[in-house]
């Protein structure tokens, strides 16, 4: 029944908003079965308009209407179940489905698209991708625009169909033209890069703008990379570029946030603000992105946007360091090696960083190690030994900082310097040193020392393997007059 045969003293009391003439108007007509009168009656229930919150009669209300294939009042109904608690009612999608069902029967595209949902996920039905896909075929074919990207993708996938590229792509288009913001973006993205249509920058261009303006974070933030340093179709433009990565950076985007804070620290011919670049680096390394936690350090090394803090300079890279970013590893390897982190931290700290740094060549990190190890901290007499054994001709330099850290318990020096008794490189070559270390450092679990071990033990008679295994078991009976109370293991040679 259509809104038009509602008598004229209720659709135009609903017209001005006086909803208490119409309720009192509705509320007889509802009694009388009139399915188009319950589902607006229904709707002043839920609301409260007109009179009293009654949000369970207007549940009845829309329930009596969609028995009667109310399209509108089963849409309405299964909207609430969808949303829950939200919505006052209990998030039910088996009940959502079996209204949906009412609305998409009578060709409601939203309700197919919906129901498309739900068939698609097991949701409230059994899982069904086939059925998901007609719906979604039916709905886009009403003009949904959501139904249209869905069934884009369910041809890109080839869920509930067979894969139809050709498919996908015009539903993408129809989907992009009827307004939907994420197939406006990734028909930009094809036509940019040429995936599966012609490249068209010019284009691809629009669409992103499309895509920006309808709220896409990450269209916005490509439009202003575009804004930002021009190309062959968009003209630099300062200002718009701080107006789409602004946007996108509030949106929550961790790339805007960093292109943001790049213009603003003076690149791309913008006025530099470092306190703003400092902010957005911030939001940036917060939001997880290694680059902006990498920028954001160097601002506190330099004192960009705050005074110079070269401890939290350090802490910052090595956040930056365990989110991926190399470059802060080598960059507190250049440090450690200037000996500007030695007051906010002990040495053992600086030993990978100052070697990934001495192995570019960085002569102060170089120095800091071979101090460090002739002052025996194993660890960086490890490292140090690794760096004479890249540099050929030195092996001979490394075995005894290797001999130190191995009796001290460093299973990498253990590894190594059982590797040069076993090729004799640096060392008198000795198959009974050779196993008891890499005996050592497999019991301490070096996997790669294991198989050596074993290799190894085939070239030896049984007189050489019982020899190493007693130098290893003696090795660990021994250990605690060499480490410190608590370090010595129970481990036992194999």
Do not use: C
């Amino acid at each position: 029944m259509s809104a038009q045969s509602l008598p004229s003293e209720v659709t135009e009391a609903l017209e001005r908003g006086d909803y208490f003439e119409a309720r009192t108007a509705l509320a007889p007509l509802a009694a009388n079965e009139n399915a188009q009168a319950q589902y607006q009656y229904g709707i002043l229930l839920l609301r409260g308009q007109g009179g009293p919150l009654a949000f369970e009669d207007g549940i009845v209300m829309l329930e009596s209407a969609a028995a009667q294939d109310h399209t509108l009042a089963a849409l309405l109904l299964a909207r609430l179940y969808l949303t829950g608690s939200a919505a006052g009612a209990p998030h039910d999608p088996e009940r959502a489905a079996e209204f949906l069902a009412i609305a998409a029967a009578q060709n409601n595209g939203e309700a197919q698209y919906y129901l498309g949902l739900l068939y698609q996920s097991g949701s409230g039905v059994a899982k069904d991708p086939a059925r998901a896909f007609s719906l979604f075929q039916r709905a886009a074919e009403t003009g949904d625009r959501e139904a249209q990207y869905e069934l884009s993708k369910a041809y890109a996938n080839g869920q509930g169909t067979d894969i139809d590229k050709t498919e996908a792509l015009r539903w993408l288009r129809v989907a992009a033209d009827s307004g939907q913001a994420e197939a406006q973006f990734f028909l930009a993205n094809a036509l940019n890069t040429g995936r599966g249509v012609a490249r068209d920058q010019a284009e691809a261009q629009k669409w992103y703008r499309r895509a920006a303006e309808n709220g896409i974070p990450l269209a916005q933030r490509i439009l202003g990379g575009q804004y930002l340093t021009g190309d062959d179709i968009t003209a630099a433009n300062p200002k718009e570029a701080l107006r789409w990565l602004g946007l996108a950076a509030e949106a929550g985007d961790p790339g805007a946030m960093h292109n943001l804070a790049m213009a603003y620290g003076g690149e791309y011919g913008i006025a530099r603000d470092d306190a703003k670049a400092l902010l957005w680096y911030g939001r940036a390394s917060e939001a997880g992105l290694a680059r902006s936690t990498y920028a954001l350090a160097h601002y506190y090394e330099q004192g960009r946007g705050v005074p110079a803090n070269m401890e939290q300079a350090a802490l910052t890279y090595r956040k930056a360091l365990e989110q991926g970013e190399d470059r802060a590893g080598l960059r507190l390897g250049y440090l450690t090696g200037q000996g500007l982190l030695d007051p906010y931290m002990p040495p053992h700290f600086g030993v990978d960083w100052a070697l990934a740094a001495a192995r570019t060549g960085d002569a102060d990190a170089r120095s800091w190690l071979q101090r460090h190890a002739d002052n025996g901290l194993r660890t960086a007499q490890t490292a140090f030994a690794l760096l004479l054994l890249d540099d050929a001709g030195q092996a001979a330099d490394a075995a005894p900082y290797l001999e130190q850290a191995a009796m001290a318990g460093d299973v990498t020096a253990q590894f190594e310097v059982g590797t040069l008794y076993t090729t004799g490189l640096g060392v008198t070559l000795d198959y009974v040193q050779a196993h008891k270390w890499l005996n050592i450092a497999a019991a301490s679990g070096h996997e790669k020392a294991r198989e050596r071990r074993d290799v190894l033990g085939d070239l030896m008679t049984g007189e050489q393997i019982a020899a190493a295994q007693t130098a290893a078991r003696v090795f660990f009976e021994t250990a605690s007059e060499r480490l410190p109370e608590g370090v010595a293991g129970n481990r036992r040679a194999q």
